[in-house]
């Protein structure tokens, strides 16, 4: 007998001997017509998923279990599960009746294995999801908190679709969100006579390109919760010392809290990674005192938001690495909070019940905003890319369409991040000098 265990994680080449499923099958080949081969995995990436091929190639059995109402056999699916009640329930394919967590006890043992393809060499194959775990272990309600995880990480949604669904996860599972959806999201609000309430710390991020640099302003209050306050591009060769006072002009400005307190951008993160990298170290240096800080982001998989600096002797000054994954992914997933509570407010209205656009992570945007701004938000799509036996998810810009906006999105949560500073508590304290 030969088993094979998480053989979707193995290597697709042994040590240059080849793959090493064939390598060990090879050692069978004095047994025929006696052995038994077992392959059990969590599977991992479509098309690259070595449990999913096996399988397809087996009798495919899947487990059917009855209604408690009806009797109807069936598998158990996601797309069944009410998850509009506080307890998932789920819901019979024939006569809708709701089944609570309890009475999976009495359908698994009611169920029974049946074959659902035709075997090509007479293989049997088993597909379990996490959906049938057992009362006591991983529960329904737990399905349906990784799910929703997963609306805010493509990451995590990977976990749902990998270990709950027992599926290998493809890029379709990775929501695309339409600009337009949060373009809707955009609010009657200025920031040049007031900060909107709930605003009480600024930052500032830089996108620089050969021709103009793009500055995006953002206000910040409890709980993660965000403001885009301001958007400029500025024109002109960003080469040139002229182009930078005029980015300056913007980085100067003073904001009027509704406390009536006078607030200016807490710290500016500028990019480096351009053509531009000596005019932005010698602006940089020349400001670092108001936290005008140069960054370049760092392709290493478990930076975070910003780390700690190098210093770049050639410029006599500090580079501060920004993690591209984690700062990608913090912009989406505030984005896909700002999307879902839109969906919950339109929801209410139907009921009669007003829910205000408020809470932690949403981002608030300015009618004011042009359309090029929402395109350039969502420019950068997120895909895994298997590397050997592991899954890296990486973010690529869409071909054509700038991505300016995202990046100075980006820039600016670092600046945040840079400072360190407990926004909750500053939130309290202006909020207690409001009138």
């Known amino acids: 007998n030969l088993a094979f265990d998480e053989v979707s994680a193995y290597e697709e080449d042994c040590q240059g001997h080849g793959d090493p499923c064939g390598l060990a099958l090879g050692r069978t080949s004095a047994y025929d017509g006696r052995k038994k081969i077992f392959f059990n995995s969590t599977p991992t990436l479509k098309d690259s998923c070595r449990i999913e091929r096996e399988y397809l190639t087996t009798d495919q059995r899947k487990f059917f279990v009855p209604c408690l109402e009806c009797g109807e056999m069936q598998i158990l699916v996601w797309d069944r599960l009410d998850r509009r009640t506080d307890i998932a329930l789920y819901r019979c394919i024939r006569c809708d009746y709701g089944h609570i967590e309890a009475d999976k006890t009495a359908m698994l043992k009611a169920g029974e294995w049946r074959p659902t393809a035709k075997s090509i060499d007479g293989a049997r194959g088993y597909h379990l999801p996490a959906l049938y775990a057992p009362v006591g272990m991983w529960s329904w309600k737990s399905s349906v908190a990784q799910y929703i995880k997963g609306l805010d990480s493509a990451v995590e949604m990977k976990v749902f679709v990998n270990n709950c669904l027992g599926e290998p996860y493809s890029d379709d599972n990775i929501r695309v969100i339409d600009p337009n959806d949060i373009e809707n999201l955009a609010e009657e609000y200025t920031a040049d006579l007031q900060l ?203 071909a054509g369409v700038a991505d300016h906006a995202h990046d100075c999105m980006r820039y600016a949560d670092a600046a945040r991040e840079f400072m360190g500073q407990n926004i909750d508590e500053i939130s309290l304290q202006l909020s207690g000098l409001t009138s």
Not at 300 to 305: C, E, F, K, L
Not at 370 to 391: D, H, M, N, Q, R
Request: glycine share 8%.
């Open 196 to 398: 909107p309430i709930g605003a009480a710390y600024i930052t500032a991020g830089v996108d620089t390109h050969p021709s103009h640099a793009d500055i995006l302003v953002m206000g910040w209050g409890k709980e993660g919760e965000r403001w885009v306050l301001e958007h400029h591009v500025v024109q002109g060769d960003t080469n040139q010392d002229e182009t930078w006072q005029e980015v300056y002009v913007h980085l100067q400005k003073v904001y009027l809290h509704p406390s009536k307190t006078l607030l200016r951008i807490a710290a500016t993160c500028i990019d480096t990674g351009g053509h531009n990298t000596d005019a932005v170290y010698r602006f940089c240096k020349s400001k670092e005192h108001e936290f005008i800080i140069p960054i370049k982001g760092s392709s290493d998989r478990s930076a975070p938001i910003i780390k700690k600096p190098n210093f770049r002797k050639d410029a006599d000054i500090y580079l501060f690495p920004v993690g591209k994954l984690a700062t990608h992914g913090r912009v989406y997933s505030s984005i896909n909070k700002s999307i879902a509570k839109a969906h919950e407010i339109r929801d209410g209205l139907k009921r009669g019940e007003f829910i205000p656009f408020v809470g932690p992570g949403l981002i608030h945007f300015p009618k004011s905003l042009p359309k090029s701004f929402y395109k350039e938000l969502t420019a950068p799509k997120a895909k895994w890319v298997k590397k050997g036996s592991k899954a890296h998810l990486l973010y690529e810009s869409t």
